[in-house]
């Protein structure tokens, strides 16, 4: 089993990426040197199969003093879903270290899209997006927020689901291994 490592460049698989770039540009935070490395067993395709990992590091703000540099890691068994998958828990750690300078802008709904129920004076920022949504003036784009907050609850339950799932069978691949 060969195991190589590449640098991804994510750009191009859109979703959570522009959006984690967007808030990270908004914040000050450097966006060139964000880096994307992923490990995986070669396939005879040359391309990566079987559990993919990927690390990303994110420096810290030169502007803003709460956002320390962090890094994120996650594990899939595609390169597509694993980059949206560490984008998203970055984009998480961004959001709840930064909540105070974003929650007044477009980035507003954030909180609650990212469903982060498990951090201080969580169900405060979920209110409060969830009323932005309530309160908006065109009926089809207050049918829309509040279809995609509820869509948002649903998918966060399932990658819940799935991320134990994985876990557990990387666990027992690794032991596996080890024997």
Not at 157 to 174: G, P, Q
Request: charged share 20%.
């Amino acid at each position: 089993m060969l195991i190589v490592e590449m640098v991804v460049d994510a750009q191009h698989y859109g979703a959570f990426v522009p959006m984690l770039y967007d808030v990270l540009i908004e914040l000050g935070v450097p966006t060139e040197p964000i880096r994307y490395i992923c490990r995986g067993e070669a396939g005879p395709d040359g391309q990566l199969q079987g559990h993919i990992v990927i690390n990303l590091t994110v420096r810290a703000s030169a502007t803003l003093l709460g956002v320390a540099a962090f890094q994120e890691l996650s594990i899939e068994t595609s390169v597509a879903n694993c980059v949206q998958a560490v984008t998203r828990q970055a984009l998480c750690h961004v959001v709840q270290d930064t909540w105070e300078h974003i929650q007044g802008g477009r980035f507003c709904l954030l909180p609650r899209i990212l469903d982060l129920t498990y951090v201080e004076g969580a169900t405060v920022r979920v209110l409060a997006a969830d009323q932005i949504a309530q309160e908006e003036a065109d009926p089809c784009l207050q049918f829309s927020g509040r279809y995609i907050l509820a869509q948002d609850r649903y998918i966060t339950a399932v990658e819940t689901e799935n991320k134990l799932y994985r876990d557990l069978v990387f666990t027992a691949d690794h032991v596996i291994e080890m024997e």
